[in-house]
């Protein structure tokens, strides 16, 4: 094996994939090259994949301890001390602090110790000796820190090392374990489209408090919510939701400017507002069949700037401020390195569009601790402080829809969905690119729907980074989206195992391996510290053996009725559904129900010439008249088909009460979760999102055709969650009828 290949073996490269077809296909010298080299080590010749594999074996070899162990609780724990030959008689002092402050300690002879694996590294013999299971036997669960110091009886200088010991649960917390029966419905919501009587143009935190509301109403137990990360608020344009600047904070356009309580103190924002020609422009706004999300942004942001200063002219005792401190504490240096982004970020598009990533800026400003950050952050320290106040609202806005919900009747709350990686020209790369890869992009092979396969623009998390950080970004992240969640959706959940890179030069792409077991064991530890369950978004390609590691840990699988099939293509039935699993009719990337019935996608798809040639159009059309077809069977054979359809045939027209069958159909099965999308609830027959489009199809823009305020009103809805409601929730509804 070359160096080359032992090099890309050790940093995770996978060798091979077989395409959706079954073709195995090789990963390429050039790709090994590229990849490897964007993790950080020069391979772009043979003697520098040779220097690079030097490197990362000896290091690997010379540290005294890896820098994280993640073991589950309950199986003995064994750790490798990484030692020079010839110390047998050398003294092993440790010192295991439990998190929360006790602390253990002993002391053993190396020689004592069983040796498990040999190198020679430039002539000079290594060893690794294991710690024995009652060194961290009674470890609780959490986070350790374990040192360990060995004294030669020569005089030799001492060996030190330090490792992070996590302790793990064996699963997530469980529906079960929240809702006593074990079984729960929700509503699917894209945020932004949600319409308020008083919104601007956007749905907004406080809107989100009302449909939380109403939800409970309808009996539903959890509101499933898109991405709401942080995107761009220098650059309005830059709208989609798994697209974002950062995944550990939240996207401040959401904020309901009405809901601020410095607007109360601010008599000039409140005559802004009042204004004919501010009324005027949140008429139209809110009026639009589209958001738009620049006249958003200009309605909300001066505004926000002028609460911010009424904000800092309040006492140091005033409670806000004090609250404000307290958050500031919480989230650390990340709030303030994602707030110090954001000023720098409008400071240099303003300047020029063409500076709008942040590697196109002055190289000095390019590291988030350079002395040119550090004083831009003192100099522009009211702007920093902006942004930070700024997240500190959002999340109080949040926090408050959420126990809005609970206080209705939500039993899981909001489930919020982690999307799964950020953009490369984004905060969270900017503040720490040793972690966030720049060079490969994430992405997908070739498909039957991509021929080309698919580059999605994504920086990916380096598997080498995360070790070094004994993993503490990827807590981080899941704290961050756990907050005031009661489930947490995590998009492309295979990228806990694997993730397609693509080269940034757009070359052949390859699977680069992630550490599953140890970022299963995180995902356990925080889904119970936070109350929150875990679905794992596992549509598409799944590695043999994935859903079983899921199943073991307790997330909960992602089905989706369109893709559920039999052998011959028919629909499975209810019974062969998994029981921990979610399942829905559809998703934002899919056609809606009524738009998957009357071929409203495949109009688009035509639309816009996504077909390579007539002959997968017609097929595309004769396929989905089968499926019309093939669903009323299903429907048929659990005694669900409505009396509006006499027979099978796939040719009549939509009726609410075909989509009401199709989620008493969900209700059958043994899943933990049946979904509805609020699109399906409603009876839109446009799609959130048409895959393999940017600006041709408006993607993260439709508003729905009802505000929130007429929901619980409206028949044809009431209609379609009854079945979810009455077998799940035994409610009737007649608490919200208007």
């Given amino acids: 094996m070359s160096a080359l290949d032992r090099l890309a073996d050790f940093v995770g490269i996978e060798t091979f994939y077989h395409d959706i077809w079954g073709n195995r296909r090789e990963t390429s010298a050039a790709t090994k090259r590229a990849l490897v080299g964007a993790m950080g080590l020069p391979a772009a010749s043979d003697a520098e994949a040779e220097a690079s594999l030097r490197s990362v074996e000896q290091r690997a070899w010379r540290r005294l301890l890896p820098p994280v162990r993640v073991a589950r609780d309950g199986q003995g724990i064994e750790l490798p001390v990484s030692l020079p030959v010839g110390l047998d008689a050398a003294v092993l002092s440790w010192v295991l602090e439990i998190e929360g402050g006790d602390a253990r300690s002993g002391v053993l002879t190396v020689g004592s110790l069983p040796r498990s694996e040999t190198a020679t590294l430039n002539g000079q013999g290594f060893e690794r000796r294991v710690l024995p299971p009652d060194v961290f036997a009674g470890a609780p669960q959490g986070y350790h820190r374990l040192s360990v110091t060995v004294r030669p009886t020569d005089g030799a200088a001492e060996l030190t090392g330090e490792t992070r010991l996590i302790v793990a649960p064996a699963r997530c917390l469980t529906v079960e374990e929240v809702v006593p029966s074990g079984r729960s419905w929700g509503i699917g919501l894209q945020l932004y489209a949600l319409k308020c009587e008083k919104d601007w143009g956007l749905g907004d935190f406080g809107g989100l408090g009302l449909f939380a509301e109403t939800a409970g109403a309808l009996g539903a137990g959890l509101v499933g919510l898109n991405?709401?990360?942080?995107?761009?608020?220098?650059?309005?344009?830059?709208?989609?939701?798994?697209?974002?600047?950062?995944?550990?904070?939240?996207?401040?356009?959401?904020?309901?400017?009405?809901?601020?309580?410095?607007?109360?103190?601010?008599?000039?924002?409140?005559?802004?507002?009042?204004?004919?020609?501010?009324?005027?422009?949140?008429?139209?706004?809110?009026?639009?069949?589209?958001?738009?999300?620049?006249?958003?942004?200009?309605?909300?942001?001066?505004?926000?700037?002028?609460?911010?200063?009424?904000?800092?002219?309040?006492?140091?005792?005033?409670?806000?401020?004090?609250?404000?401190?307290?958050?500031?504490?919480?989230?650390?240096?990340?709030?303030?390195?994602?707030?110090?982004?954001?000023?720098?970020?409008?400071?240099?598009?303003?300047?020029?569009?063409?500076?709008?990533?942040?590697?196109?800026?002055?190289?000095?400003?390019?590291?988030?601790?350079?002395?040119?950050?550090?004083?831009?952050?003192?100099?522009?320290?009211?702007?920093?402080?902006?942004?930070?106040?700024?997240?500190?609202?959002?999340?109080?806005?949040?926090?408050?829809?959420?126990?809005?919900?609970?206080?209705?009747?939500?039993?899981?709350?909001?489930?919020?969905?982690?999307?799964?990686?950020?953009?490369?020209?984004?905060?969270?790369?900017?503040?720490?690119?040793?972690?966030?890869?720049?060079?490969?992009?994430?992405?997908?092979?070739?498909?039957?729907?991509?021929?080309k396969g698919q580059n999605w623009g994504l920086s990916p998390l380096s598997p080498l980074g995360l070790r070094e950080a004994a993993y503490q970004p990827f807590v981080e992240l899941l704290r961050a989206n756990m907050r005031h969640a009661g489930a947490l959706r995590i998009d492309h959940v295979m990228a806990l195992q694997h993730l397609f890179w693509i080269p940034e030069d757009g070359s052949d792409g390859?699977?680069?391996?992630?550490?599953?077991?140890?970022?299963?064991?995180?995902?356990?530890?925080?889904?119970?510290?936070?109350?929150?369950?875990?679905?794992?978004?596992?549509?598409?390609?799944?590695?043999?053996?994935?859903?079983?590691?899921?199943?073991?840990?307790?997330?909960?699988?992602?089905?989706?009725?369109?893709?559920?099939?039999?052998?011959?293509?028919?629909?499975?039935?209810?019974?062969?559904?998994?029981?921990?699993?979610?399942?829905?009719?559809?998703?934002?990337?899919?056609?809606?129900?009524?738009?998957?019935?009357?071929?409203?996608?495949?109009?688009?798809?035509?639309?816009?010439?996504?077909?390579?040639?007539?002959?997968?159009?017609?097929?595309?059309?004769?396929?989905?008249?089968?499926?019309?077809?093939?669903?009323?069977?299903?429907?048929s054979g659990q005694g669900l088909r409505p009396a509006s359809y006499p027979s099978d045939e796939g040719g009549q027209p939509y009726r609410p009460e075909l989509a009401a069958a199709l989620h008493g159909y969900l209700v059958r099965t043994p899943s933990r979760i049946v979904m509805v999308q609020i699109e399906d609830m409603l009876g839109e027959v446009e799609q959130p999102n048409l895959p393999g489009t940017v600006d041709q199809h408006p993607n993260w823009r439709r508003r729905l055709s009802h505000p929130v305020e007429a929901l619980a009103g409206l028949s044809d809805a009431r209609q379609i969650v009854a079945p979810l409601r009455d077998a799940l929730t035994g409610q009737t509804g007649a608490s919200v009828a208007k």
Avoid at 556 to 562: A, D, F
Wanted: net charge negative; proline share 8%; with cysteine.
């Fill in 227 to 451: 991405p709401l990360h942080a995107l761009y608020p220098a650059d309005p344009h830059h709208i989609a939701p798994y697209s974002p600047s950062s995944r550990s904070f939240l996207n401040i356009l959401y904020i309901d400017v009405n809901g601020v309580p410095e607007l109360a103190l601010t008599p000039a924002a409140q005559a802004r507002i009042a204004s004919p020609a501010f009324q005027e422009a949140v008429t139209a706004a809110r009026a639009a069949e589209l958001v738009d999300y620049p006249a958003v942004s200009a309605l909300k942001l001066p505004l926000l700037e002028t609460l911010h200063a009424t904000f800092q002219a309040l006492p140091a005792d005033h409670p806000r401020k004090i609250a404000f401190a307290a958050f500031r504490h919480e989230m650390g240096a990340a709030l303030q390195r994602h707030a110090l982004f954001e000023a720098l970020h409008e400071h240099f598009y303003r300047q020029d569009p063409g500076l709008w990533l942040w590697r196109a800026w002055p190289t000095a400003y390019q590291t988030p601790d350079s002395p040119e950050v550090q004083a831009f952050a003192e100099t522009h320290a009211d702007r920093v402080g902006f942004y930070a106040y700024l997240q500190w609202e959002a999340d109080r806005q949040l926090g408050e829809a959420a126990a809005r919900g609970r206080a209705a009747g939500l039993g899981l709350g909001f489930y919020r969905d982690l999307a799964v990686a950020a953009h490369p020209g984004g905060a969270a790369a900017w503040g720490d690119a040793g972690i966030l890869v720049q060079g490969a992009n994430v992405g997908a092979p070739p498909d039957q729907f991509n021929l």
């Fill in 510 to 635: 390859a699977y680069v391996m992630y550490p599953l077991d140890d970022l299963l064991g995180i995902v356990a530890l925080e889904s119970r510290r936070n109350h929150c369950v875990v679905i794992g978004e596992d549509l598409g390609t799944v590695p043999d053996g994935f859903r079983p590691a899921l199943e073991r840990t307790g997330v909960l699988s992602y089905r989706v009725l369109y893709f559920e099939r039999n052998g011959d293509g028919g629909f499975k039935p209810p019974g062969d559904y998994p029981v921990n699993a979610m399942a829905t009719v559809s998703t934002h990337d899919l056609a809606t129900f009524k738009g998957f019935w009357t071929g409203r996608d495949l109009e688009w798809r035509q639309k816009l010439d996504l077909y390579p040639n007539p002959e997968s159009r017609d097929k595309d059309g004769w396929d989905r008249g089968v499926d019309r077809w093939r669903l009323l069977q299903a429907l």
